[in-house]
Nanobody, 119 residues
Framework: VQLQASGGGLVQPGRSLRLSCAFS????????MAWHRQAPGKQRELVAQ???????NCADSVKGRFTISRDNAKKTVYLRMNNLKPEDTAVYYC??????????????WGQGTLVTVSS
């Protein structure tokens, strides 16, 4: 199971970015697809997640600005980030949770993509 994150970069405040996370490999089920972020000097925090077969939700700090979505055919999860603020500057990581083909749980992380919001 591998996750490949992309889409980060330098952007001015108020602008938008879309992050992508492509999944490769074979598993039995994926139960959660999520984006986390870690700002310099801070702990990693959950930004948004999709509970497969259930709901999606976002952290209060990004609610109304960020949207998580997925494309099952492309095995990809996206994070659309609008009206970016300097405090959104962080390394963003995608994370999948599920069950492997042998019935073992897995937690897979992408390599991280840097988002810098600055004028």
């Amino acid at each position: 199971v591998q996750l490949q994150a992309s889409g980060g970069g330098l952007v001015q405040p108020g602008r938008s970015l879309r992050l992508s996370c492509a999944f490769s490999g074979s598993v039995a089920t994926i139960n959660v697809m999520a984006w986390h972020r870690q700002a310099p000097g801070k702990q990693r925090e959950l930004v948004a997640q999709i509970i497969v077969g259930g709901t999606s939700n976002c952290a209060d700090s990004v609610k109304g600005r960020f949207t998580i979505s997925r494309d099952n055919a492309k095995k990809t999860v996206y994070l659309r980030m609008n009206n970016l603020k300097p405090e959104d500057t962080a390394v963003y990581y995608c994370n999948f949770l599920g069950m492997g083909n042998s019935g073992e749980p897995f937690a897979s992380w992408g390599q991280g993509t840097l988002v810098t919001v600055s004028s």
